[in-house]
């Protein structure tokens, strides 16, 4: 990528990214419906494209160098546009480097344990890129929403006093700061929605029969609590943004910026980290000249002893040629206009 590029990235998503320590109210501070003036819609696709090639670019770097792993930690409302966010954008990435957990009503098992337990089974290895759609944030969201939830966790009585979300809020912070001094990058995307955008996605999801099956009827009863979440949501980003694990918070009512976003999100956070493909040692370089000789020595008789190195060349030939006649074109074209002087003498 060039620094052009990295640099129009850093600058888009600049204002987005929450400030540790900055006091978040997110109707006040973060506007739901905005678009940068200098991108539009028509352009969006190829913009996107350029994120989703520049991705898997980086996610084999990634996995070549296998010393560090990223976690995208991406929260919304109900209809925020999680599942296309990733569909978009990841849809150039090796598969079986990228892993999505989504996390629904924890199970019995998971409530026996801390509230972090069955977010850290789920965690990255060291190259690979793991996306939480959904994540340990719905803890001091959803569960903070509805204390009712807190009750099934089975934590003793003085876990459950005064101070708990401040206390988790502690907890998930030292949680990132662990992870990220081990190699495992920490990045957070808030996906903003507005309550007009909400109820006119959830109506095409009514409307349309193909995406019924995307709506239920608690999407419409959570709404009700829209004001609660906007609090618990304000209060996450004022208290868990830090320089080691970034909130970033994306304009999401229009789907094709969010997606340039979070595609111009996700690249600056890999330049930054830098991951490099890994320099052959000298011994290494012994050993594969031998394993070259030996396959070389192993050619059929009549077959061409390197069949790959005869494709690259033939290759390099024909653009060199390609190259020459367009050179020839151009020199042409250059010998028939006139010089000023030929000019002169003709019109006399």
């Given at each position: 990528?060039?620094?052009?590029?990295?640099?129009?990235?850093?600058?888009?998503?600049?204002?987005?990214?929450?400030?540790?320590?900055?006091?978040?109210?997110?109707?006040?501070?973060?506007?739901?419906?905005?678009?940068?003036?200098?991108?539009?819609?028509?352009?969006?696709?190829?913009?996107?494209?350029?994120?989703?090639?520049?991705?898997?670019?980086?996610?084999?770097?990634?996995?070549?160098?296998?010393?560090?792993?990223?976690?995208?930690?991406?929260?919304?409302?109900?209809?925020?546009?999680?599942?296309?966010?990733?569909?978009?954008?990841?849809?150039?990435?090796?598969?079986?480097?990228?892993?999505?957990?989504?996390?629904?009503?924890?199970?019995?098992?998971?409530?026996?344990?801390?509230?972090?337990?069955?977010?850290?089974?789920r965690l990255p290895a060291r190259g690979e890129i793991?996306?939480?759609?959904?994540?340990?944030?719905?803890?001091?969201?959803?569960?903070?929403?509805?204390?009712?939830?807190?009750?099934?966790?089975?934590?003793?009585?003085?876990?459950?006093?005064?101070?708990?979300?401040?206390?988790?809020?502690?907890?998930?912070?030292?949680?990132?700061?662990?992870?990220?001094?081990?190699?495992?990058?920490?990045?957070?995307?808030?996906?903003?929605?507005?309550?007009?955008?909400?109820?006119?996605?959830?109506?095409?999801?009514?409307?349309?029969?193909?995406?019924?099956?995307?709506?239920?009827?608690?999407?419409?009863?959570?709404?009700?609590?829209?004001?609660?979440?906007?609090?618990?949501?304000?209060?996450?980003?004022?208290?868990?943004?830090?320089?080691?694990?970034?909130?970033?918070?994306?304009?999401?009512?229009?789907?094709?910026?969010?997606?340039?976003?979070?595609?111009?999100?996700?690249?600056?956070?890999?330049?930054?980290?830098?991951?490099?493909?890994?320099?052959?040692?000298?011994?290494?370089?012994?050993?594969?000249?031998?394993?070259?000789?030996?396959?070389?020595?192993?050619?059929?008789?009549?077959?061409?002893?390197?069949?790959?190195?005869?494709?690259?060349?033939?290759?390099?030939?024909?653009?060199?040629?390609?190259?020459?006649?367009?050179?020839?074109?151009?020199?042409?074209?250059?010998?028939?206009?006139?010089?000023?002087?030929?000019?002169?003498?003709?019109?006399?």
């Amino acid at each position: 990528m060039s620094e052009t590029r990295a640099d129009w990235a850093a600058e888009l998503i600049k204002p987005l990214r929450v400030k540790p320590g900055a006091q978040v109210t997110l109707a006040r501070d973060f506007d739901p419906g905005y678009k940068a003036d200098f991108l539009n819609k028509k352009s969006s696709e190829s913009i996107l494209q350029q994120s989703v090639e520049l991705l898997a670019d980086y996610q084999e770097r990634l996995a070549a160098q296998d010393s560090h792993g990223l976690l995208v930690c991406l929260q919304a409302l109900d209809a925020g546009g999680k599942d296309g966010t990733i569909r978009h954008v990841m849809s150039g990435v090796n598969p079986q480097g990228v892993h999505v957990s989504s996390f629904k009503v924890p199970s019995a098992e998971e409530l026996s344990h801390d509230f972090l337990w069955r977010y850290a089974r789920r965690l990255p290895a060291r190259g690979e890129i793991g996306i939480f759609n959904r994540s340990h944030y719905e803890e001091v969201l959803v569960v903070r929403v509805h204390p009712e939830l807190l009750e099934r966790q089975r934590l003793p009585k003085e876990a459950k006093g005064k101070g708990v979300w401040e206390r988790r809020f502690r907890e998930i912070n030292d949680w990132e700061r662990f992870l990220t001094d081990n190699g495992i990058k920490v990045l957070k995307i808030f996906l903003n929605l507005s309550k007009e955008e909400q109820r006119i996605r959830f109506l095409r999801r009514l409307d349309l029969p193909d995406h019924n099956w995307k709506f239920s009827a608690n999407d419409t009863k959570e709404r009700k609590f829209w004001d609660d979440y906007q609090r618990a949501f304000s209060e996450v980003l004022s208290n868990t943004s830090t320089e080691w694990a970034p909130w970033y918070v994306i304009p999401a009512d229009h789907k094709w910026f969010a997606r340039i976003c979070v595609g111009a999100v996700l690249t600056h956070t890999l330049i930054e980290l830098d991951p490099q493909f890994p320099k052959v040692t000298p011994e290494e370089q012994r050993g594969e000249l031998e394993a070259k000789a030996e396959l070389l020595a192993e050619a059929p008789e009549g077959a061409a002893s390197d069949p790959f190195q005869v494709s690259l060349e033939a290759a390099a030939e024909k653009e060199e040629a390609g190259t020459n006649h367009l050179r020839h074109q151009n020199h042409d074209k250059t010998a028939k206009i006139p010089s000023d002087s030929s000019e002169q003498v003709n019109g006399r």
